[in-house]
C-alpha cells in the first residue's frame, strides 16, 4: 500500500508540477502582453505631449504664414519697385565727338564748331539705343554734320543753342527711327573763326 501511496502521490505531484509550469507560462504571457500594452500608452502618451506642446497651434500656424506672406510681399514690392526706379532713371549716353568747319551763309571766313554731343535716355532703353547707334553710326554723324553745317551762325551761338538742340533731337528721332532720346545737350561746345 505504501506502494500505492506512492504512485496515488506521484500523480498528483505531477500534476502539480504540471500545472506550476503552465501557470508560469499564462502569467509570463500576461507580463508580456502588460509590458507591451504598458509601451504602446507610453508611445501614444508621449506623441499626444509632444503634439500639444511641440506642434504650433491653429492659430500660430496662421499667423506664422502671415507673416511670412507679409514679407514676401514686401519682398516683391521692394524688388518691383527697384526696378522701376532703375527703369526710370534716366542716364546720358554719348553720341560722339564733332569738329564741324564750314562757312556759314552771307561770311566771309571759314568757321569750326567743336563739341561733345550727348542724350538723355531712360536706363531700360540704354540697351536698344546703343544697338540703333551701332547699326546707324554713319548715318547719324553725317546727319549731325548736315545739321551743323546747315545752321547759321547765330543759330550756333551759344544763347540760341535751344533751336539747334531741337532740330538735332528731331533729326535723331528720324535716324534712330523711333523717340528714344529724351534730350539732347552739348559738352565742350566753341564756335571758332578759322
Known amino acids: 500500500m505504501a506502494d500505492s501511496k506512492k504512485k496515488a ?4 505531484d505531477s500534476k502539480e508540477g504540471a500545472k506550476k509550469p503552465d501557470g508560469e507560462k499564462s502569467s509570463s504571457k500576461l507580463a508580456g502582453k502588460l509590458m507591451i500594452a504598458a509601451f504602446v500608452s507610453i508611445v501614444i502618451i508621449a506623441e499626444t505631449l ?3 506642446f511641440m506642434v504650433p497651434s491653429g492659430e500660430e500656424v496662421a499667423a506664422l504664414a502671415e507673416a511670412r506672406l507679409i514679407s514676401a510681399a514686401r519682398e516683391v514690392d521692394a524688388s518691383q519697385d527697384e526696378k522701376a526706379e532703375e527703369a526710370e532713371k534716366v542716364v546720358e549716353y554719348d553720341l560722339g565727338t564733332y569738329s564741324v568747319s564750314f562757312v556759314p551763309p552771307g561770311a566771309d571766313h571759314n568757321y569750326r564748331v567743336e563739341f561733345r554731343l550727348f542724350a538723355t535716355v531712360n536706363a531700360k532703353d540704354k540697351d536698344r539705343l546703343q544697338t ?6 554713319f548715318r547719324y554723324r ?3 554734320i ?3 553745317r546747315n545752321a547759321s551762325l547765330q543759330e550756333l551761338s551759344e544763347n540760341q543753342l535751344g533751336l539747334i538742340q531741337r532740330r538735332i533731337l528731331a533729326t535723331s528721332t528720324e535716324v534712330l527711327g523711333e523717340p528714344i532720346l529724351l534730350s539732347i545737350g552739348f559738352n565742350d561746345y566753341q564756335v571758332i573763326e578759322d
Open 146 to 148: 548736315l545739321e551743323i
Open 50 to 52: 509632444v503634439f500639444f
Open 142 to 144: 553725317h546727319r549731325m
Open 132 to 137: 540703333l547707334m551701332d547699326d546707324r553710326q
Open 9 to 12: 502521490s506521484n500523480p498528483s
